[in-house]
């Protein structure tokens, strides 16, 4: 890969489009490099490395605000600190499953009254939003 590209190749080669490179500069998660006499901004791999490091965490459900935590914190020697964000964030997703697996339970039971073929008026699904 090469060591200078311009906004539109650090996006291809990060696998994000050119305005999530601005998004993200103007957000402060990279920097907007001086704009040279050329007139065209250059940036290097390391650009594509940060970028990439977003995008993963994002992945992770971290916030931006969260991954502005982390990229201050990397190289720094705190993974006690880093260690804490993921546990934070790692309870935080049991907590969604807990959450999720209460949601298929009551769809799951709402399904099974409409398929019991029992002859109500009303539909089951509708009842049970009616009355809990």
């Not at 190749?9 to 305005?19: F, K, P, S």
């Not at 970028?51 to 720094?76: D, M, V």
């Not at 705190?78 to 339970?105: F, H, P, W």
Request: hydrophobic content about 40%; some cysteine.
């Amino acid at each position: 890969m090469p060591e200078k590209m311009t906004i539109s190749r650090l996006a291809d080669a990060a696998g994000v489009n050119v305005e999530t490179v601005r998004f993200y500069q103007r957000s402060g998660l990279i920097d907007e490099p001086e704009r040279p006499s050329s007139g065209y901004r250059t940036y290097g791999n390391e650009d594509v490395r940060r970028i990439r490091f977003i995008k993963r965490a994002q992945l992770l459900g971290f916030t931006l605000e969260e991954i502005s935590s982390l990229l201050k914190l990397e190289g720094s020697g705190t993974c006690s600190s880093t260690r804490a964000l993921a546990a934070k964030k790692l309870a935080m997703v049991e907590a969604k499953i807990g959450d999720l697996l209460a949601m298929k339970s009551a769809l799951a039971g709402m399904v099974a009254r409409c398929d019991s073929g029992a002859p109500d008026t009303s539909c089951p699904v509708i009842q049970a939003l009616i009355d809990d």
